[in-house]
């Protein structure tokens, strides 16, 4: 790391400036959890490291009807922010389940969503939230739905001259789950997580959003088994054949977690929990 330069422009144009110079040569740094591993085991050696951390791009407010994290937003603030818990409590519940104290005061939700983990835990509320990511860099602003943001293990949209500004959440109606399942009850990734959000009254289901992570190259919306519950009341039949749906959308591997077999039986058992949770439903 001698040989590296590093900047911590207190201006986003300083910023965007600093990236138009050096290019591919920058690496952007956040919080630091995912990428400082990775110089220290001397998996990169980054020749300019650009800090991301002054540029006051952090906090959390609400605006025309949306919650708008800054990237630079810690995970333990997320956790603990009273607009987050009101308002959007499954992201706050992914956040207190995610990592250490030490990697929840570090990590940022910038530099989660930047690193396009497959397990990362903020990703699916976001995914059930229809939440948005607005970038910036040398061509200016661009908003891009989480949706279309990763694009395969470890890889996003994001230019090399971009980074992430804030992130832009609908305030939700009807009620969002989180349920995460690990190899320990604490500081653990994630086996297998599932974010549920379903609208409903006497009527049936007015709207639905199943995301799933850990299964598959990036993190999944279920759009089939979302549309399995539109209009309709819900059971404890319904629900496990929606569940059923969601785990065949999926595509899960062998690893130093689980077997791909022991992801499928343990998704279908946590997207049905979740969506009874979110119903009210008891599938005891």
Request: with cysteine.
């Amino acid at each position: 790391m001698r040989d590296s330069m590093y900047f911590a422009p207190t201006e986003v144009e300083d910023a965007v400036k600093l990236l138009s110079d050096y290019g591919d040569q920058a690496t952007i740094l956040a919080g630091g959890t995912d990428l400082v591993p990775k110089i220290n085991d001397y998996e990169l050696k980054p020749s300019v490291l650009l800090y991301i951390g002054n540029l006051g791009i952090k906090g959390v407010k609400e605006e025309n009807g949306k919650l708008v994290v800054g990237a630079m937003t810690t995970t333990s603030c997320i956790a603990s922010d009273p607009l987050i818990n009101e308002k959007a409590g499954a992201l706050a519940e992914a956040a207190r389940l995610t990592g250490s104290d030490a990697v929840r005061n570090s990590g940022t939700i910038g530099g989660n969503l930047a690193n396009a983990s497959p397990a990362a835990d903020l990703v699916p509320p976001l995914l059930a939230m229809d939440a948005e990511l607005v970038l910036t860099g040398v061509k200016g602003e661009r908003t891009v739905a989480i949706t279309d943001f990763f694009t395969g293990p470890g890889k996003t949209v994001l230019a090399a001259s971009e980074f992430i500004k804030d992130i832009r959440i609908p305030v939700p109606q009807g009620r969002v789950v989180f349920l995460k399942l690990g190899r320990r009850k604490a500081m653990t990734l994630s086996v297998v997580n599932v974010a549920v959000r379903l609208h409903t009254d006497g009527s049936g289901c007015h709207e639905a959003r199943i995301a799933i992570g850990s299964m598959a190259p990036t993190a999944i919306r279920c759009t089939q088994a979302e549309t399995m519950l539109l209009g309709k009341k819900l059971d404890g039949e319904l629900i496990q054949a929606c569940a059923e749906k969601a785990i065949a959308d999926t595509s899960p591997i062998d690893d130093q977690r689980a077997t791909a077999w022991y992801r499928l039986q343990a998704g279908k058992t946590l997207v049905a929990r979740a969506v009874a949770q979110a119903a009210g439903v008891d599938i005891q």
